[in-house]
């Protein structure tokens, strides 16, 4: 199996979730606009009085949802998966005694 470091899983992620949110739109602009011309009915209620009507919505609610939250679960995801843990490099990370140091002129 391949291992991957926590950089490539960031970039895995962000990847996925761009090909997700093109892929969905790409589909919706190839989809024949008749396939979405559903009539719903919708309730106004009004002054005292009770209106119904047939609406169109041409666009589904959930892609604009999903446009939003999967990027963001994305980057949140990046963001947790290369923050890293600073003990770790502070431990890692050994100073030399000045001797080791030539003086430059």
Not at 20 to 41: K, N, Q, S
């Amino acid at each position: 199996m391949i291992d991957l470091t926590d950089r490539e899983y960031a970039i895995v992620a962000l990847a996925l979730a761009g090909g997700f949110v093109c892929g969905l739109w790409a589909g919706l602009f190839l989809m024949p606009a008749e396939a979405l011309d559903v009539p719903t009915t919708e309730t106004d209620v009004g002054n005292g009085e009770v209106s119904e009507r047939v609406a169109f919505y041409p666009l589904p609610r959930v892609f604009v949802v999903m446009s939003i939250l999967v990027p963001a679960a994305a980057l949140w995801f990046a963001r947790i998966r290369t923050r890293g843990d600073p003990e770790e490099t502070d431990d890692a990370f050994e100073w030399g005694d000045s001797s080791d140091l030539e003086e430059v002129s």
